[in-house]
């Protein structure tokens, strides 16, 4: 997510303010040292508390408030359900049930999608906006692995996968993906579980 939010700006904006609170606070003699050394250690103290409280508000803040998600990107966490549709070797359309687990923060998206022939884990993933329609996309490459014990046991290929997210009583991933192994079909996903709210890491 940090090509989204300019993480850089906000925490130079931040470390300014806790300067400037700090300054204040030597103006209005609120350490009030006999040696300016002395007050070092407490400066320190400060500067570090209001630092790791902005983060930390930054980080309710968006995870709390669905309007500022929209304004950055929608929380995506929690577990999802649906299908895959692709054609098989014989050109018959199948759909396949899947699953999949995410963990969403304000820095990064790790997306865990299982059928009961493979897993599938993000390698890497960007997340897109358009401004003018408040649409948003997710583009995330992954790696599949063949469970143990079905045909092709072992075997892992990487795919990317474009999905959209629509807005709704419950929110919708729907896209496409294609493999290195020339494969491609459809992927459907429904929310069914969102994170606990107090989760800020999940």
């Not at 401004?131 to 599949?144: C, E, G």
Request: with cysteine.
């Amino acid at each position: 997510m940090l090509h989204l939010l300019p993480i850089r700006l906000l925490l130079t904006v931040f470390a300014g303010a806790v300067v400037v609170v700090v300054c204040l606070g030597f103006y209005v003699e609120l350490f009030a040292p006999d040696d300016p050394l002395d007050a070092l250690p407490r400066l320190a103290r400060w500067a570090s508390g209001l630092s790791i409280g902005a983060i930390v508000a930054l980080y309710a803040l968006w995870r709390w408030v669905p309007a500022i998600q929209l304004a950055i990107f929608p929380y995506l966490g929690g577990s999802w359900a649906g299908e895959v549709r692709y054609f098989d070797e014989n050109g018959v359309e199948k759909a396949k049930p899947v699953e999949m687990e995410a963990k969403h923060t304000l820095f990064g998206i790790r997306l865990l999608l299982e059928s009961d022939e493979s897993s599938s884990e993000t390698l890497a993933v960007h997340a897109e906006k358009n401004p003018d329609f408040d649409r948003y996309r997710l583009f995330y490459i992954y790696l599949n692995r063949r469970h143990e014990g079905v045909k092709g046991a072992g075997e892992a290929y990487r795919g990317l996968a474009i999905v959209r997210w629509t807005k709704g009583s419950i929110p919708v991933l729907e896209g496409d993906y294609f493999t290195e192994t020339e494969r491609r079909g459809r992927l459907l996903l429904k929310r069914t579980k969102t994170n606990p709210a107090w989760k800020l890491w999940r």
